[in-house]
């Protein structure tokens, strides 16, 4: 079992930025690969941005490239995701998510590979 706690969410004007931060206690955080996904309310939950276990790879959504930036720091067991140039449409309920990938370098895309879900964290952003 592995427990996530997000924070860093908030209300934002287009064009500035936030940092997501997702603390993990609980099993190795190393053990996992991790991701963030995001909720509109009546819409299903979409793939944003993940990370292998090793760091070493990252997927993004195709909409949030160049934008955001997702890492994780092994030692302090915290997956972070930095939202860059912010878009009315980037709001929604921000979620992360652990994986537990035998391959240290395997991402996932589906919410359904992802066996850990924090309770997510409301980003707005205004026009």
């Known amino acids: 079992q592995v427990q996530l706690v997000e924070s860093g969410g908030g209300l934002v004007q287009a064009g500035g930025s936030l940092r997501l931060s997702c603390a993990a206690s609980?099993?190795?955080?190393?053990?996992?690969?991790m991701g963030w996904f995001r909720q509109d309310p009546g819409k299903e939950r979409e793939f944003v941005a993940a990370?292998?276990?090793?760091?070493?790879?990252?997927e993004y959504e195709d909409s949030v490239k160049a934008r955001f930036t997702i890492s994780r720091d092994n030692a302090k067991n915290t997956v972070y995701l930095q939202m860059n140039s912010l878009k009315p449409e980037d709001t929604a309920v921000y979620y992360c998510?652990?994986?537990?990938?035998?391959?240290?370098?395997?991402?996932?895309?589906?919410?359904?590979?992802?066996?850990?879900w924090g309770q997510g964290t409301q980003v707005t952003v205004s026009s």
């Open positions: 998510a652990a994986a537990f990938l035998p391959i240290v370098t395997s991402v996932r895309r589906g919410p359904r590979d992802y066996g850990f």
């Open positions: 609980g099993r190795p955080f190393s053990m996992y690969a």
């Open positions: 990370i292998s276990r090793s760091g070493s790879t990252t």
